[in-house]
């Protein structure tokens, strides 16, 4: 059974887009949560709705610069924000930049920089596809300062252009480079303890001369702890520093047309310390600003035409700026960050909803790898932000990868070789059509015992097909839903062998949880589940992954009590959309909830009557190939009957032929509509009282051949599967 012909069919390119009001009889149908279009922190022309592919194989990026050493390598990979994509290589010598023009997938020719190889070369993105290439040159005429310089890549272009030249700066101390999205640059530096910033009004203006933005430090310090600049979107230039020995937190502000910089009013960052404050300008306007205190990452944020900064809140208990990723602006308005090092005794993660402003307590981690570092997030197709990291110990470090989307994370994957010894701090960055292209150093050990650099790696995922029905792994084979006291857990494999993955999470006992296909158009399957009081949910999940109770929802009714049976059938009213089974306690009647393929149900509509004398209903799948998918059902008398499928939703099956006579007596849990035994057709999977598991394969024809144990390696005693 392909994933195209899968009982469990969807619908591509569903946007996600807010869904109207469930106008059903009770028990009634709730509205669901609104969700956003899929864009990023930068824009790109033509992202794709479906979340990222699988990862594809790594590629070399860039031959080893330094090959009898360890140095050099990979120092940043950018998004110009037109889905072009610059990398920067290089060590302390020279550097090199490469472009991956938008919409291509090849690497040009590197451009090299011989005097860019000193201190705190950055690359800068203006978003509409320019990018800044900011660096210290040696000054042949004062061996003792420097120049700043910037080159400029252009929206399209192929190359960057000649340097700029700054101003005269140090060797020593912070620089940082800022831009609006009209053109507008800022510089600052430090030199000796005075904090200097020079500007230009656009692309073809000249620098004005260096400002200095203090007269001297405070007494007792000439050293800055912490130095960042953030332009926002009207022009407006935020610097922000903190004193290596007063703690003292310095914020100063220059308007559009202002002829001075000053004092940041009601600026509620404290000189606690190692604050390291770190400004970000949003994308709507106005800035975000992170800081360190007593081993919490705080956020502040002033919104656009606003005066007031909101108050300090807690962002990530034992977070901190120091290797915090950039944050990523979701599609509805919350705010991503994550980090590993810090005070964080393992890899943390946080999510601020824009709704309440509130941070939200997310507990499902990326790895649960102790050392992890060097972590990296960037928005992603689907609405998805994919983040990667270094994780292990010294000599055994990996480079690794997760794709998360509202509190859901896929499985960690390895991205780096099997026979590297050690890799480099990964980058991740998105292309036009959002997928993620990740760049690492790659080191190995020679004959000699000596680790060297391997080059410059690359993976990026592939094109994302139709999910297969109940895959939760992203190989593109079923799995299981299971239950035990430890929670939710996936169990993959193959029917005689079916292990469960390592990530689960938890739900309140008497939780109906099932598979469900594709909601939100993201091919990746869903998660339907109904709380114990009757709440009725689908979690979008993303691919890969299982949500947990924080994840993001749709509602699908406050109340479904009244329902004793609820099933997930796939598609049964023709429309290539997966859809969900009710029957009535009280009636026996069957209902069809609709996928309305705008990521919620359309009102229930009757789907048939007389279901009430049947102890099970189960979701069969395709049992006989005629692209309609079937419904099984158990009576009293323990004999099994198979309705075929008409795919009309109303009239949804055709009256009843049997399958099993004294069938069942011994199972808790029937399954159906999964291919685990691979040969195209829909299987049974049964557990049995004695903690046994079963299956009966499909033939194809509408009936099932005799079973055998499955999942021999496994006690399913106190398991419940779906």
């Known amino acids: ?84 994509l610059v990398s920067l290589t290089g060590d302390g010598l020279s550097r090199s930049t490469r472009i991956r023009p938008a919409g291509g997938t090849r690497w040009l020719a590197p451009q090299t920089w011989p005097d860019a190889g000193g201190y705190n070369t950055e690359l800068v993105s203006l978003g509409d596809g320019t990018v800044r290439l900011v660096w210290r040159a040696e000054r042949a005429d004062d061996h003792n300062n420097y120049w700043l310089k910037v080159a400029t890549l252009a929206p399209g272009a192929t190359a960057f252009s000649a340097p700029e030249y700054v101003a005269a700066v ?25 904090v200097k910033a020079a500007g230009k009004a656009g692309p073809q203006a ?12 405070p007494s007792g310090s000439r050293d800055i702890s912490a130095l960042d600049l953030a332009v926002a979107k009207d022009g407006t230039a935020l610097v922000v520093w ?57 956020h502040t944020r002033r919104s656009a035409g606003a005066t007031q900064w909101s108050t300090p809140r807690s962002a990530a208990n034992y977070g901190s700026t120091s290797g915090m990723t950039a944050p990523v602006h979701l599609p509805n308005g919350d705010l991503f960050v994550a980090g590993g090092p810090g005070y964080a005794t393992g890899p943390w993660y946080a999510v601020r909803s824009a709704a309440t402003g509130a941070w939200q307590p997310y507990t499902q981690p990326f790895s649960t790898h102790k050392k992890v570092r060097a972590v990296d997030a960037a928005a992603t197709s689907g609405g998805t932000v994919t983040v990667t990291w270094r994780e292990g110990y010294s000599g055994e470090e990996y480079t690794m990868a997760a794709v998360f989307k509202g509190g859901t994370w896929s499985a960690p994957r390895r991205l780096s070789a099997t026979s590297a010894r050690s890799t480099g701090a990964p980058q991740v960055a998105a292309d036009a059509l959002g997928r993620p292209v990740v760049l690492w150093d790659e080191y190995r050990l020679t004959d000699t015992n000596s680790i060297v650099l391997d080059g410059v790696q690359q993976a990026t995922t592939t094109s994302r097909a139709l999910p297969e029905w109940g895959d939760y792994t992203d190989d593109g084979k079923p799995d299981l839903l299971g239950r035990d006291g430890t929670g939710l857990k996936v169990y993959t494999g193959t029917a005689t062998k079916l292990s469960a993955g390592k990530r689960t999470s938890s739900w309140p006992t008497g939780t109906l949880v099932l598979p469900y296909g594709d909601l939100d158009g993201d091919r990746c399957n869903d998660v339907f589940v109904r709380y ?68 919620g149900f359309k009102a229930r509509s009757l789907a048939g009557s007389g279901f009430g004398g049947y102890k099970k209903l189960i979701a069969a799948g395709d049992l006989d190939g005629d692209g309609k998918n ?93």
């Open 1 to 84: 059974m392909t994933s195209q012909t899968s009982p469990y069919r969807v619908v591509l390119g569903i946007a996600l887009t807010p869904v109207l009001a469930l106008a059903a009889a009770a028990p009634a149908a709730a509205h669901p949560a609104a969700a956003g279009t899929a864009t990023g922190t930068t824009a790109a022309t033509a992202v794709e709705t479906r979340a990222p592919g699988p990862w594809g194989a790594r590629t070399l990026h860039a031959a080893n610069p330094v090959p009898a050493s360890a140095s050099g390598g990979l120092n940043v990979l950018e998004s110009a924000g037109n889905g072009a």
């Open 170 to 194: 140090p060797e020593k101390g912070y620089h940082h480079v800022a831009a609006a999205p009209d053109g507008r640059l800022v510089a600052v530096w430090s030199a000796s303890g005075v």
């Open 206 to 217: 000249a620098w004005t001369a260096p400002a200095d933005l203090n007269t001297q430090p």
């Open 242 to 298: 903190q004193w290596q020995a007063s703690k003292a937190v310095v914020a100063l502000e220059k308007a559009p047309g202002a002829s001075a910089w000053t004092a940041v009013e009601n600026f509620p960052v404290p000189g606690v310390d190692l604050a390291r404050p770190k400004a970000f300008a949003g994308p709507q306007g106005g800035f975000d600003v992170f800081y360190d205190d007593n081993a919490h990452l705080m």
């Open 532 to 599: 114990p009081k009757g709440e009725a949910r689908v979690y979008p999940t993303v691919c890969g992954g299982l949500p947990d109770q924080q994840s993001f929802h749709v509602k699908v009714s406050s109340d479904w009590s009244g329902y004793d049976t609820v099933v997930s059938p796939g598609d049964v009213t023709g429309d290539g959309r997966a859809d969900l089974l009710t029957r009535s306690a009280s009636t026996g009647k069957l209902y069809v909830y609709a996928n309305n393929g705008a990521g």
């Open 630 to 722: 079937d419904l099984l059902a158990l009576d009293a008398s323990n004999e099994l009957w198979r309705f075929r499928g008409t795919g009309t939703g109303t009239s949804a099956f055709k009256p009843r032929s049997l399958v099993f006579k004294d069938w069942g007596t011994s199972y808790k849990d029937v399954v159906g509509g999964l291919d685990l035994s691979g040969d195209g057709r829909a299987d049974l999977i049964s557990l049995d009282k004695t903690g046994r598991a079963w299956l009966n394969r499909g033939d194809g024809h509408g009936g099932f051949g005799n079973r055998t144990q499955a999942g021999k390696s496994t006690n399913w005693s106190d398991i419940r599967i779906s």
